[in-house]
């Protein structure tokens, strides 16, 4: 199952970089993962400053 960010997310970015298949990009107004491309590896949670990112 693919991870999601909600609407906590302050949109710092922090998460995409540690994305290693490229899933997370810049939304409007936050960033947004795209589940067909994310493999849950749950590398972007733990980086993420305000727990944004839920599985």
């Known amino acids: 199952m693919a ?7 302050i949109s710092c970015g922090a998460c995409a970089g540690e994305c290693p298949v490229d899933a997370i990009s810049e939304g409007d107004p936050i960033y947004v993962i795209d589940p067909e491309k994310c493999i849950a590896c749950g590398a972007c949670a733990p980086i993420c400053p305000v727990d944004a990112i839920k599985e």
């Open 3 to 9: 991870y999601t960010i909600n609407d906590n997310c």
